[in-house]
């Protein structure tokens, strides 16, 4: 069983920061890329940052420059610091990774969504 769990939403004024974490948890023998996505009422869910397992790095236009993504591979862990926030990235953002798990098989796993709200 592998989970991944998502901590660190809330809410914050217009310029303010946050930095979400995802963990991953269970029978992981490696975990390949990952990424954060985010879905707003009523839209589709859009991709926000992904890294590589190598640490390789890419952002949506929206957020380069103001957010960040990175890795701890030693704890599994997944982070996005979100910087200068505007009311236009609230979403509940969610964790995504392909993990190969201990019995050599390798899947996609979605976490459990955080929600972000920025208040103008």
């Known amino acids: 069983q592998v989970q991944l769990v998502e901590s660190g939403g809330g809410l914050v004024q217009a310029g303010g920061s946050l930095r979400l974490s995802c963990a991953a948890s269970g029978s992981i023998f490696m975990i390949n890329a990952m990424g954060w996505y985010r879905q707003a009422p009523g839209k589709q869910r859009e991709l926000v940052a992904s890294i590589t397992g190598g640490g390789s790095t890419n952002c949506a236009d929206s957020v380069k420059g103001r957010f960040t993504i990175s890795r701890d591979n030693a704890k599994n862990t997944l982070y996005l610091q979100m910087n200068s926030l505007k009311p236009e990235d609230t979403a509940a953002y969610y964790c995504?990774?392909?993990?190969?798990?201990?019995?050599?098989?390798?899947?996609?796993?979605w976490g459990q969504g955080t929600q972000v709200t920025v208040s103008s």
């Open positions: 995504n990774a392909e993990i190969i798990t201990a019995w050599g098989r390798t899947q996609n796993y």
